[in-house]
């Protein structure tokens, strides 16, 4: 266990997905925790999932993370302020701008607060959803504002780096325009895409393969709390989709007529475009992710996933992860293993030693 920066007590506020996350992260680094919600279950469950502690009268809270949904953000932003003089205060909501508006207009003192937002996350929330290494390798925003220097706030810093995250600065306003495009468009499109499926017959449905699976993950996030984020973000996101509606125009017109002279070129095009745009993706999970991945054929036979993480386990090799595919109908499954990446190259040549087929 490496030393933390942080000194804590830290105090969460809404302990669902992001807050049982942070909780689980820092106890994992013996930081003081203490949970808060207005949910008496969702406390009881962080509690006893280990995310920390409830609050007692007298706690001093050295940061307070505010991990509620955007619509209450503020409100509950403003209240920490007041009730914890001493203490610095964060929120991880999804959009910047609207809570700092708020938080002004409420009179707040937000020369103790700075906004922050990891870009880290699942399509489940709820506490049982927690995972105390969510953030590790993930970029964590701190947005910017005037009436607070990031030196003041070095306790955010402190927790987005106990937490494994990669911190990175910006302002509010760039940081809505920068997610409006990779993460509030996406959850829009794979959505739409996902309803395309609703009145789909069964036996095109049997077909799907892990593309659209890959495409259609978020479409299964919380309503509620999207549609909270798209209305507070709302004029950066319609401007990306309008600019999406005339790329899907230019793209049908290029398939009206496939035998046309430039009919094809146009359509490669916008196929190489799409190539140069995820080529320019930071990493296939974001940056710097700790851990590399490979891919095992596994058949189809019981018993064969305990045997391969058996013979992983004999082999001395850690799973980080697993991540299994199969397609119905399908002889083979693939297992899709992550571990440390000083251990891919030995795991590689031992397991196809013992007859492992290495699909990648
Ligand atoms: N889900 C994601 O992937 C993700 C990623 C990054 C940031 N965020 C942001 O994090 C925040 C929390 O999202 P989540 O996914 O953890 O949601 P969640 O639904 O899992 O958890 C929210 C928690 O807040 C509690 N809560 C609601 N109103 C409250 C109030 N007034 N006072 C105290 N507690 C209250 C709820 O009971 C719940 O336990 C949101 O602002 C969201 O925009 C979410
Ligand atoms: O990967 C997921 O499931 C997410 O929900 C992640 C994601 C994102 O779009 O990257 C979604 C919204 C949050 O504000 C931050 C992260």
């Not at 964060?90 to 103790?112: F, N, Q, Y």
């Amino acid at each position: 266990m490496g030393k933390s920066r942080l000194v804590g007590p830290v105090r969460i506020v809404g302990v669902g997905l992001l807050g049982t996350s942070v909780g689980l992260g820092l106890r994992g680094r013996q930081i003081e925790t203490i949970l808060a919600d207005a949910s008496p279950t969702n406390l009881r469950i962080a509690i006893d999932y280990g995310a920390g502690r409830a609050a007692a009268p007298g706690d001093l809270p050295q940061l307070i993370v505010v991990c509620v949904p955007p619509d209450v953000t503020a409100e509950i932003v403003a209240r920490e302020l007041e009730a914890y003089p001493g203490a610095i205060v964060t929120d991880v909501a999804s959009v910047k701008l609207a809570p700092l508006a708020e938080l002004r207009e409420r009179g707040a003192d937000i020369s103790r607060y700075i906004g922050s937002h990891p870009l880290a996350g699942r399509e489940k929330g709820g506490p049982l959803s927690g995972r105390a290494d969510l953030f590790i390798g993930r970029p964590w925003v701190v947005a910017a504002h005037d009436a607070i220097s990031y030196q003041q706030a070095g306790a955010i810093d402190d927790l987005i780096l106990d937490l494994g995250a990669i911190l990175v600065e910006m302002t509010p306003e760039e940081h809505d325009l920068g997610v409006a495009l990779v993460s509030h468009v996406p959850q829009v499109i794979s959505t739409l895409m996902a309803r395309r499926l609703t009145g789909a017959a069964h036996s095109s449905l049997n077909l799907a393969g892990q593309g659209l699976r890959d495409v259609t993950r978020v479409a299964a996030s919380d309503p509620d709390l999207w549609v909270q984020i798209l209305g507070a973000n709302a004029k950066p996101v319609r401007d990306v989709l309008l600019a999406y509606r005339d790329d899907l125009d230019r793209f049908i017109d290029a398939l009206e007529d496939p035998a046309a002279p430039g009919a094809q070129r146009k359509v490669a095009e916008e196929l190489a475009g799409g190539n140069a745009g995820v080529a320019r993706l930071p990493g296939k999970h974001g940056q710097d992710r700790r851990f590399s991945s490979m891919v095992v054929m596994v058949n189809d036979q019981p018993g064969q996933i305990a045997r391969l993480l058996n013979d992983i386990g004999e082999l001395n090799v850690n799973l980080e992860d697993l991540r299994l595919e199969h397609s119905p109908g399908a002889q083979i499954g693939l297992a899709e293993i992550s571990v440390l990446p000083e251990a891919v190259t030995r795991l590689t040549e031992e397991l196809a030693a013992r007859g492992w087929r290495i699909a990648g």
